[in-house]
């Protein structure tokens, strides 16, 4: 357990697959190494919480509901102001359903 969670293993699983290491500083040298990482390592480090703490999470994440607003922006189905409308709608009946 403790080789896999080692620093110098956590920078070999990046490399690797892409995985973003836990230990910040080994984080930082990732997003040095590959600059589009450097968003996803800031929102990491500024605490931004992954997933709303609601039983309704799951029914929005098992629909796909982000995953096809975003497919619809990219192949030009909709534009963001629609999908992001529409994706709202379905998000808000999930978490209202939810209790």
């Not at 600059?35 to 990491?44: D, M, S």
């Not at 990219?74 to 009946?93: E, L, P, R």
Request: no cysteine; proline share 6%; hydrophobic share 45%.
């Amino acid at each position: 357990m403790e080789q896999l969670t080692s620093k110098k293993t956590q920078a070999s699983m990046f490399d690797a697959m892409g995985f973003l290491p836990t230990f910040t500083d080994v984080r930082d040298a990732a997003a040095a190494k590959v600059p589009f990482e450097k968003p996803f390592v800031q929102t990491l480090a500024a605490g931004t919480k992954f997933v709303p703490a609601s039983p309704g999470w799951s029914e929005i994440d098992s629909s796909l509901v982000l995953p096809t607003m975003l497919q619809e922006v990219i192949s030009g189905k909709k534009d963001v102001a629609a999908a992001s409308k529409d994706a709202a709608k379905k998000m808000n009946a999930a978490f209202s359903s939810a209790g």
